[in-house]
């Protein structure tokens, strides 16, 4: 702020002075006001570039005192000012303006994606803060305008409006963004290279979304001091989830989590990121149907059907009242939709097999978990159980496993 403010005056009194151009050369200190205010967003943004633009224009901003103090004579406040931008420089020097970019600092960040804009106003925002940390966060006056972050501090703070809003909590500063369009700068784009179906829809059909980041950690850089950052970050983020949420991004690995009844529990969790990782809904990924290794591994399915079959009848002496479940893979349509799901066997007869679907349907409408379906074997795509104690069938799996995977996607 205070280089940009700086900049701004410096730009500001050129112009109001008539010293904008000088011979009929644009003054060298309007260019330097110039690169000010460059250095002051990079700055704000904490970009990599901003260090080595910064120790150049200090070092030109010298140069330039030098010139005119050896042409025009040496003032008292030259020397000062001077020993100020000596004292910038070495602060740019050592400083980490981006050590998120430059790996000593790990980025926290999470975003809630929404289907529709969510209205914050910093009161409200202070509220739901108290109750997600079990803290007092109170909006910030003039008066804490002063107020650093820099030692260990009882008071939590928050100031600001949509769509910025800054939070002091020990011991991080937190940056929380409320934004009313979409997240990806090309949704369709980035939905197009993610295979998880129901993740691809929520990227589709999201309109805003929610972010917090962590600015500035005071904490431990350890494996619990990173835990102790997320769920500040993620405690905060669970008051802000409901059914206008549609998925979470975890934006330094890239990987998106749908929202799902178990969310808001994850995100109050000791360790989020674990906890998301944890799927309530069986991954539903997207294949080209003439792919030709799928079509093998259905094929071999298809041949070894017969030892499915056995299995299945002779289960009850073989297993008893343990018996493990039988289950088969096969498409289910509604109008354009096709998804592949398992269904738990409760019967075969004739060209028919019998029983419970097993997944959650992400777009056929039509069917839903838990309903009794049939399957022609003419339809069969895959199966799985247990012969002579070991695990069998399942010949589809490996191929989806060694798909290649295009972030963001956490399937």
């Not at 406040?77 to 600092?105: K, N, S």
């Amino acid at each position: 702020m205070i280089v940009l403010l700086s900049s701004l005056l410096l730009f500001c009194s050129l112009l109001l002075r008539g010293l904008a151009f000088h011979h009929g050369y644009v003054n060298p200190w309007m260019l330097v006001a110039a690169a000010g205010c460059v250095l002051a967003m990079g700055l704000w943004a904490r970009r990599s570039w901003a260090r080595p633009l910064g120790l150049l224009l200090v070092t030109i901003t010298i140069l330039l005192l030098a010139v005119q103090a050896w042409r025009d004579g040496l003032t008292w406040w030259q020397p000062v000012l001077v020993i100020m931008l000596l004292g910038c420089f070495a602060w740019l020097l050592y400083h980490r303006i981006d050590a998120a970019v430059d790996g000593d600092l790990p980025l926290f960040s999470l975003v809630l994606l929404f289907r529709e804009a969510v209205y914050l106003e910093t009161e409200a925002l202070a509220r739901v803060a108290s109750r997600a940390w079990g803290a007092d966060v109170q909006v910030a006056s003039d008066e804490d305008g002063d107020e650093s972050l820099g030692a260990e501090q009882t008071r939590s703070l928050l100031i600001g409006e949509s769509p910025l809003f800054f939070c002091n909590h020990w011991p991080g500063l937190l940056l929380i963004h409320n934004v009313d369009f979409p997240y990806f700068d090309d949704s369709d784009g980035v939905a197009e290279a993610v295979r998880e179906i129901r993740v691809r829809q929520a990227i589709e059909q999201h309109r805003a979304w929610v972010a917090v980041d962590v600015v500035q950690w005071f904490g431990s850089d350890d494996d619990e001091g990173q835990r102790h950052a997320y769920r500040l970050i993620a405690r905060l983020l669970a008051e802000l989830a409901d059914e206008n949420c549609l998925a979470v991004v975890e934006p330094v690995e890239g990987r998106v989590f749908l929202y799902d009844p178990t969310t808001e529990e994850k995100l109050r969790s000791d360790d989020p990121l674990e906890a998301l990782c944890d799927w309530y809904y069986p991954p539903v990924l997207a294949i080209e149907a003439d792919d030709p290794e799928m079509q093998a591994a259905v094929n071999e399915a298809r041949r070894r059907w017969p030892q499915f079959v056995a299995a299945f009848e002779d289960r009850h002496e073989q297993h008893g009242d343990n018996e493990p479940p039988f289950l088969v893979k096969a498409p289910f349509t509604d109008g354009e939709h096709v998804e592949f799901m398992w269904v738990r066997v409760t019967g075969i007869e004739n060209q028919i097999v019998y029983g419970i679907l097993e997944n959650m349907p992400a777009n056929v409408r039509s069917i839903s978990v838990g309903q009794r379906v049939r399957v022609r074997l003419d339809n069969l795509n895959d199966w799985m159980c247990i012969l002579d104690g070991k695990p069998a069938g399942a010949f589809t799996l490996p191929v989806l496993a060694k798909k290649p995977r295009t972030d963001p996607s956490s399937d």
